[in-house]
Every structure is written in structure tokens, then in C-alpha cells.
């Protein structure tokens, strides 16, 4: 009898994972086969690479002496045909909508070629060595600085939510307001005063021109650079996550099996532990992990103030150019990162959660 | 349904937070309201884009009210001596002149008052020669003390922009002329503009104890051709080191056009698509919840997709293939943001509301399904809904601003985001220019609080399930 229900148990989880990862995937897909659509303006960029080839096969020609002296006709059949060829070595030669397509493919085989114009900063035109170069500096703030707001926040709105009423609970509830601010808005002000006028960080950049050469000095540049940007997200969103959070906290503090708890006579430590902070984890887990991986598409403008070089800047660097590859890269890596992720939320929730394990 | 309306409002204004905020936002009410009276829309962006509606005014300026807080007076808007206009001080004649040939001898006197303490930051001259020959033209420069500096000596047959500051060679002159009255060269390379205004004693040796002379200066200019009907005339432009109430760029815009023209945008655009966002992610919640089935999940499913897409990156893409103008741009944000997470809270909200008996009552006496959505079921949660609304307004003129700093934005509207990146990127943190960057974003924070904090109150007064607590 107990052997049968497990069974059920574990294919009703197999069902409910199947079903969720197929639509993740499907919303991938049309995802990034949009990003692939609007990259290259719907068959735009293909018309300005066209002519770019036109305009160098005949750069090339003019200065070939043999090509002048042909008659005009001629010329002109040796001019087409090599335009003919660069477009088929660029395989411009199908139409717009069967390449989105092997673009499409491309992308989801994580095959992601090569850049139109950016290198890394080792010279590669590889677009897996551009973003794993630029990958690392995202990250390194942004997980700093998500982590940071993700502690601050569940600490001070427990603290809050503790001492409903208190001093200290009416503060979070004044400053919230703080946070209608983005982060890079900040940024500005903290340049103005900490590298302007008093001169004690740095403007921007990740590490001081040159580099030290030793590790540990290395380490320290790189953490005096990161000062700024992680104070301007700090006071940007700490805030209203506090507030939230102490909201949330208060709300699940209502409910009746926490006063049934409290009238037991269980210690309110263990009550804050068990009967507060489990139930209301799991969504606070799922926001983490989806600002997280949100934040490594890098901050645009947060990198832009602080002229931070990550992925953000990449970006804005590969649009400004019309780097398409780039770009569908970039989204392809994000959009499977923020795939993953779901789908392993879902399934841990669907082997923790006993509503979708019998079927609620 | 008024009564509670009016119930709610008078709750309201017991909250100071309110009654701040909206004091704040009445405050840009206001300023919107006033440029639009002033200055319309396409005249100020003409005006905002050209170079020449700006060429009297100082570059980078700081605000004119700097004066009564630092301990030295500086030059105040610009010094204009104009030929072509007869003020007082200016004093022109033209002489024909007959002696082995004809020709024109003319006589330009300008004289002006100085009674800042420090230099100007500028000083150009625009000569409108109205002949084919040549002109020879001389400037000497009278100081308040008698000193006569030989400013200009050139032979001119057309229109002339001649900016003097920077010009190497008539500081190399006056700096030998300098040596020859002192003795002594300058320890550091004196600007023309002090040249002109200093001391002319020890104290122009050093670059911390030159002062500027008081008083009345003289400007002659003399000029002769061999065209008897040849006139010419001079524009001279002192710059000054403050202007107005919020000073001037480094294109010598007036920050305050911009500001004033960046609040009715930074209004509208925000207020129009918090309004236009919620509203859609609303009807669309509601049309989920009520017609369920197929319908339910096909927006269920649109919204994943567009959860998976970075909603930034490709606002930024679209717009910069498109240079769009600020209200297309408007319409795609509204377009970008219409699905995504708030149809899903707003959808389990309306699950609940379908089930309540006055939509059976509805349906048994034959509503429309639109009716049913419009009329019964959107305004049940529009009270609860209003707080997001207010609270998501500085969200989006940050994104505006965003935008602009990313450099998308529209190339011509004049936003307090497009101010601040320009600020950004003319380096004015570098330069000490902090009232270029202050300005808009003391007007970004102001009407953020100021949304924020009715929000919250809002929030507070029309969500009371933590108020009893």
C-alpha cells in the first residue's frame, strides 16, 4: 500500500518537472529567437553588411591596375561575382527569415561563432572568450552585492518585525522611500562626494592603471574600486527589501499556528526559526536566485556610471556597434542561466512542496 | 462609493508624509505648468538645440546666487558692448575721407563699468565687415588706470569670429611688454582674460594674488579701408563666471530652460506609463481570470517568455535602431512591460473576485464579458491597485533617464536625464562643475520622494491590513 503511493508520489513529481521544463523551454526558445529577430532589426544589419561588402569589393578593385584596363562590361561581371562570392563566404546569399533560423540553432546549441567587431582583450574574436573575459568582473559585483542586500535584508526585517512598532521598525518604514532610487542614480552622488570632492576612491574602473603586479595588492585595487558600487546598491535597495521583508514577516507572524506556538509556550527564537523564517523561505530563495542571475546580465548603466567592465558594458558596446552575434550571445547565456535556475527551483520545490507531491 | 472616496482622502491628509509628497509633486504641477505657458514645446527645443540663441551666454556658469555665499564677487552673466547698438557708453563714427584716394575712417568707442573681484571666463569678438577690401583694424584696451593694452591689429575683408581667450600670440605679446615695464616674467602663463582685467604691479607675477581692476575700461577700436562706403561692426562678449538661477552648460545653455522644459516630460512620460502599465497588466490579469481556460494559459505562458527576456538590453536595442522620439518610446515601454510578474499577482487577485455573488448577479442579468471585466471586476482591486501606480511613477522617469545615460534616448527632448548625461560625460565630476550634474538630479530625487512617499501612504490608507496591527 505505502510502495504504491510512493510510486504515484514520484511520478506525479516526474509529470509536474516534465511539464514545467517543457514550457521553460519553449519560453526560451521564442525568447531567444526574438532576441535573434530584433538583434539583427528584423533582417536590417544584413542589409548594411551588404553594402559594406559592395563597398570594399569595389574598394579592392579600383586600385587593381588589370581590373581598370578591362572593357566596362567586363568589369562590371567581375565585380558581381565577387560581391557574389563575400556574400556567400558570409552566407548572405538566403533570405533573412531561413538564417534566423541556423541563427536560432546556433544559439541553442551554445554554438555562439563569432563577433563582427569586438575582440577580447586578448585579441579573440571567439564570442565564448569575449563573455567569459567580461564575465567575471559582473559577477564579482553584482553576487558581492546581492548577497550583501539578501542578508542585510532578512536580518533587519526580522529585527523589524521583532519590535513591530519600535524606533527601529519606524526607520525602515521612514527610508523606504530611499529606494525609489536606482542604484546608479546613487553611484552619480557617490562619485560627486567620495571621488570629486574628497578624493578618497576612485572614479570608475575595476583596478588601478596598471595593475599591480603582485596578487594580494592586485586584490586590494580591485576591492577599493568596488567601494562605490556596491555602497550606491546597498543604499538603493536594502531598503525596500527591508521594509518588504518586515512585511512579509509581520503577515506571516499572524497567522493562527504561530499564536498557537506562542501560546504553547515555544521560545520565540525557535518560533521566529521554525514557524516564521521556514514557511516564508522558499519564495525569499526563488527572488534571490532570479536577482541574481538578472544582475550577472550586468547592471548596464550601474557599469556604465562606474565604467565597471563586465557584460553590461559589452553590451552597450555591442548594440552601439551593431554587433548582433554579440548581443544573441550575451541574452542566449543569460536566457539559459535564468532557465536553469527555474527549473531547478521547481524542482526542489516540487520534492519539498507535499501540495504538488499528492497532488494539492 | 464617494462617501469612502472622500473618508479615504480625508485619512489621507493626516499623513504629513502625504501631505510633503504632494506638495512636492504639486510643486512640479506647477513648474510643468509654467514652462509649457512660457516657452512652447517646439520653440524650446529649437531654442535648446541651437548654437546661436546661446552665443551671449557663459559657458559652464556657475548659479548666480553663488555671489552671496563666497567671499569674492564673480563676474555675473556677460559683459555685451555692442557697436550696433547705441547704450550708453558706446560711442561710433564713420568718416569718409578724401585725401590721395577715398576711404572710411571709423571710430568705435566702448566704455563699461567692472566691479567684480574675480576674472572673466571668456572673452570672444565677432567683427561685421560690410566690404571687399581690405580693412586694417586696431583695438587698444584702456584700463581703469590708464594702461593701454594693444588688443587686435588685423587686416579684415570679411565677417570675423576672433576669440581672444587662448590666443597664444597676443599673451606672448603682452607678456614681453610685461617684462619690459617689471622686469620680471610671470611664474605662470597669464590668460588673456586676466591680461586685460589684472593689476598690472607685482601682484600679476603670481597666480594667487592677481586681482582684477575696478573701475571704468575703455575700449577703442579704429578702423580704416579704401571703400568709401565700407562700415564695420564689433561685437565684443565678456563672459562672466555665474548666471542665472542654475547656471549654464558647457554649450552655454541656460540649465534652468532645461530643467524647467525636463519637468513636464519627466511628469507625463512617468505618470503616463505607470498609469498605461498597470492598467493593461490589469485587463489583461482580469481577461485571464475570467475567460480561464486556453485563454488563462496562453498569457501564463506569454508571460514566462517575457520574464526570460532581459527587459533592459532590449529596450536599448530597439531604441537605438530606431532613434525613437520620447513618446514612441513611451509606447514600447508601456508595450515591453504590459506582461511580466505583476499580471500574476493581479490574476490571483481577480480569481478571487470572479467567485463573489455580484458578478453572478451580473452575468444572470446578461453583462457583456467586456463589461463584466471594465465595470465589475477592474475597479474592485483599482483601490488597491493606486498605490502601485503612484509608487512605480519614479521608476519610470528613472528609465527614461536610464536610457539617456546609456545614450538611446531622444536626441532631441530636453529630459533632466539627457541634462545629466551630458554633465556625465562633459566630465563636469571632473572639472568641479557640480551644479550641472546637481540640478536634474535634485529634480529626479525630488520627484521621486515625492511619489514615494504618497505612495506609501497610499499604500498604507487603501491596504490596511497592517494598519490595525
Given at each position: 500500500m505505502l510502495k504504491y503511493h510512493r510510486s504515484r508520489e514520484v511520478m506525479r513529481i516526474i509529470r509536474f518537472i516534465g511539464i514545467r521544463t517543457l514550457i521553460v523551454a519553449i519560453s526560451l526558445i521564442i525568447a531567444i529567437y526574438l532576441t535573434v529577430i530584433v538583434a539583427n532589426m528584423g533582417g536590417h544589419i544584413d542589409k548594411i553588411m551588404e553594402s559594406e561588402v559592395k563597398l570594399r569589393v569595389y574598394a579592392r578593385l579600383r586600385n587593381d591596375p588589370t581590373w581598370k584596363a578591362l572593357p566596362a562590361e567586363e568589369r562590371e561581371r567581375i565585380a558581381q561575382s565577387r560581391i557574389q562570392q563575400e556574400l556567400e563566404r558570409l552566407g548572405l546569399t538566403q533570405p533573412f527569415i531561413v538564417r534566423s533560423f541556423k541563427y536560432l540553432q546556433d544559439a541553442l546549441t551554445l554554438n555562439l561563432g563569432r563577433a563582427l567587431y569586438i575582440t577580447s582583450g586578448g585579441g579573440s574574436k571567439r564570442i565564448w572568450d569575449i563573455i567569459l573575459e567580461r564575465l567575471p568582473p559582473t559577477v564579482l559585483l553584482f553576487t558581492t552585492a546581492n548577497?550583501?542586500?539578501?542578508?542585510?535584508?532578512?536580518?533587519?526585517?526580522?529585527?523589524?518585525?521583532?519590535?513591530?512598532?519600535?524606533?527601529?521598525?519606524k526607520?525602515?518604514?521612514?527610508?523606504?522611500?530611499?529606494?525609489?532610487?536606482?542604484?546608479?542614480?546613487?553611484?552619480?552622488?557617490?562619485?560627486?562626494?567620495?571621488?570629486?570632492?574628497?578624493?578618497?576612491?576612485?572614479?570608475?574602473?575595476?583596478?588601478?592603471?596598471?595593475?599591480?603586479?603582485?596578487?594580494?595588492?592586485?586584490?586590494?585595487?580591485?576591492?577599493?574600486?568596488?567601494?562605490?558600487?556596491?555602497?550606491?546598491?546597498?543604499?538603493?535597495?536594502?531598503?525596500?527589501?527591508?521594509?518588504?521583508?518586515?512585511?512579509?514577516?509581520?503577515?506571516?507572524?499572524?497567522?493562527?499556528?504561530?499564536?498557537?506556538?506562542?501560546?504553547?509556550?515555544?521560545?520565540?527564537?525557535?518560533?521566529?526559526?521554525?514557524?516564521?523564517?521556514?514557511?516564508?523561505?522558499?519564495p525569499i530563495i526563488t527572488s534571490f536566485v532570479l536577482t541574481l542571475i538578472v544582475s550577472w546580465m550586468g547592471a548596464m548603466v550601474t557599469e556604465r556610471v562606474f565604467s565597471w567592465p563586465g557584460l553590461g558594458t559589452l553590451m552597450r558596446e555591442a548594440i552601439g556597434i551593431n554587433d548582433a552575434p554579440v548581443i544573441i550571445g550575451v541574452i542566449t547565456i543569460y536566457a539559459y542561466l535564468l532557465a536553469i535556475s527555474v527549473i531547478a527551483l521547481d524542482i526542489a520545490y516540487a520534492i519539498i512542496d507535499p501540495r504538488i507531491r499528492v497532488g494539492g | 462609493m464617494a462617501t469612502r472616496l472622500r473618508e479615504s482622502i480625508k485619512i489621507l491628509f493626516r499623513y504629513k508624509s502625504f501631505i510633503i509628497g504632494l506638495f512636492m509633486i504639486m510643486f512640479f504641477v506647477i513648474l510643468s505648468i509654467y514652462a509649457i505657458v512660457i516657452i512652447p514645446y517646439d520653440k524650446a527645443i529649437r531654442m535648446w538645440n541651437s548654437i546661436e540663441y546661446w552665443e551671449d551666454y557663459p559657458k559652464l556658469a556657475l548659479p548666480a546666487w553663488i555671489n552671496s555665499f563666497s567671499s569674492k564677487k564673480l563676474p555675473e552673466g556677460t559683459i555685451i558692448l555692442d557697436s550696433r547698438k547705441t547704450e550708453l557708453g558706446i560711442t561710433k563714427s564713420v568718416q569718409r575721407i578724401e585725401f590721395g584716394g577715398v576711404g572710411t575712417l571709423i571710430n568705435i568707442n566702448?566704455?563699461?563699468?567692472?566691479?567684480?573681484?574675480?576674472?572673466?571666463?571668456?572673452?570672444?569678438?565677432?567683427?561685421?565687415?560690410?566690404?571687399?577690401?581690405?580693412?586694417?583694424?586696431?583695438?587698444?584696451?584702456?584700463?581703469?588706470?590708464?594702461?593701454?593694452?594693444?588688443?587686435?591689429?588685423?587686416?579684415?575683408?570679411?565677417?570675423?569670429?576672433?576669440?581672444?581667450?587662448?590666443?597664444?600670440?597676443?599673451?606672448?605679446?603682452?607678456?614681453?611688454?610685461?617684462?619690459?615695464?617689471?622686469?620680471?616674467?610671470?611664474?605662470?602663463?597669464?590668460?588673456?582674460?586676466?591680461?586685460?582685467?589684472?593689476?598690472?604691479?607685482?601682484?600679476?607675477?603670481?597666480?594667487?594674488?592677481?586681482?582684477?581692476?575696478?573701475?571704468?575700461?575703455q575700449v577703442k577700436i579704429k578702423a580704416r579701408t579704401g571703400d568709401p562706403k565700407a562700415n564695420l561692426d564689433v561685437k565684443i562678449n565678456i563672459y562672466g563666471k555665474v548666471y542665472g538661477l542654475l547656471g549654464t552648460d558647457d554649450r552655454r545653455r541656460d540649465l534652468l530652460i532645461g530643467i524647467l522644459w525636463g519637468a513636464p516630460l519627466a511628469l507625463s512620460f512617468g505618470v503616463l506609463a505607470s498609469v498605461a502599465t498597470v492598467l493593461l497588466q490589469m485587463i489583461i490579469a482580469a481577461i485571464a481570470a475570467w475567460y480561464g481556460g486556453w485563454v488563462d494559459h496562453l498569457i501564463s505562458r506569454i508571460n514566462e517568455v517575457v520574464m526570460i527576456i532581459p527587459f533592459l538590453p532590449l529596450l536599448i536595442m530597439i531604441s537605438y535602431f530606431y532613434k525613437f522620439s520620447i513618446w514612441t518610446l513611451l509606447i514600447v515601454v508601456v508595450a515591453l512591460s504590459m506582461f511580466g510578474p505583476g499580471v500574476k499577482t493581479?490574476?490571483?487577485?481577480?480569481?478571487?473576485?470572479?467567485?463573489?455573488?455580484?458578478?453572478?448577479?451580473?452575468?444572470?442579468?446578461?453583462?457583456?464579458?467586456?463589461?463584466?471585466?471594465?465595470?465589475?471586476?477592474?475597479?474592485?482591486?483599482?483601490?488597491?491597485i493606486v498605490p502601485n501606480i503612484v509608487l512605480a511613477v519614479p521608476s519610470f522617469v528613472f528609465l527614461e533617464a536610464a536610457l539617456a545615460i546609456l545614450g538611446v534616448g531622444d536626441p532631441q527632448a530636453i529630459t533632466w536625464g539627457k541634462i545629466l548625461d551630458e554633465a556625465y560625460t562633459g566630465g563636469a565630476l571632473y572639472w568641479g562643475r557640480y551644479h550641472w550634474i546637481l540640478a536634474p538630479s535634485l529634480c529626479l530625487v525630488l520627484i521621486s520622494i515625492g511619489f514615494a512617499l504618497m505612495g506609501f501612504t497610499l499604500d498604507r490608507v487603501f491596504n490596511p491590513r497592517l494598519r490595525e496591527m
Open positions: 548577497v550583501l542586500i539578501f542578508f542585510a535584508e532578512i536580518l533587519i526585517g526580522l529585527t523589524a518585525s521583532r519590535k513591530y512598532g519600535s524606533k527601529l521598525d526607520t525602515i518604514v521612514g527610508f523606504a522611500w530611499l529606494s525609489s532610487m536606482p542604484g546608479w542614480f546613487y553611484g552619480i552622488f557617490l562619485i560627486l562626494i567620495f571621488a570629486a570632492w574628497l578624493r578618497v576612491l576612485p572614479y570608475g574602473g575595476m583596478v588601478d592603471a596598471p595593475p599591480p603586479e603582485e596578487l594580494h595588492l592586485y586584490a586590494l585595487s580591485v576591492l577599493k574600486h568596488m567601494v562605490l558600487p556596491l555602497a550606491s546598491w546597498l543604499i538603493a535597495y536594502i531598503p525596500i527589501g527591508a521594509y518588504s521583508r518586515r512585511t512579509f514577516f509581520l503577515l506571516f507572524s499572524m497567522e493562527d499556528y504561530v499564536d498557537y506556538a506562542r501560546a504553547r509556550g515555544v521560545p520565540p527564537r525557535i518560533i521566529e526559526r521554525r514557524y516564521i523564517l521556514r514557511p516564508t523561505l522558499p | 566702448m566704455r563699461f563699468t567692472y566691479e567684480y573681484e574675480d576674472f572673466p571666463s571668456e572673452i570672444a569678438l565677432w567683427f561685421y565687415v560690410n566690404t571687399t577690401e581690405p580693412m586694417l583694424i586696431i583695438i587698444t584696451w584702456v584700463k581703469p588706470d590708464g594702461t593701454e593694452v594693444l588688443v587686435y591689429r588685423e587686416v579684415l575683408s570679411s565677417y570675423q569670429y576672433y576669440r581672444l581667450t587662448g590666443d597664444l600670440e597676443f599673451i606672448s605679446r603682452f607678456e614681453a611688454r610685461l617684462i619690459s615695464k617689471l622686469g620680471k616674467k610671470p611664474n605662470y602663463q597669464i590668460p588673456s582674460e586676466i591680461a586685460l582685467f589684472a593689476k598690472e604691479d607685482e601682484t600679476i607675477l603670481d597666480k594667487e594674488t592677481v586681482t582684477p581692476l575696478k573701475g571704468k575700461y493581479y490574476r490571483a487577485m481577480f480569481l478571487q473576485v470572479r467567485e463573489m455573488p455580484y458578478i453572478e448577479a451580473a452575468q444572470a442579468y446578461g453583462a457583456s464579458n467586456a463589461r463584466i471585466i471594465l465595470r465589475y471586476m477592474v475597479p474592485k482591486i483599482l483601490p488597491t
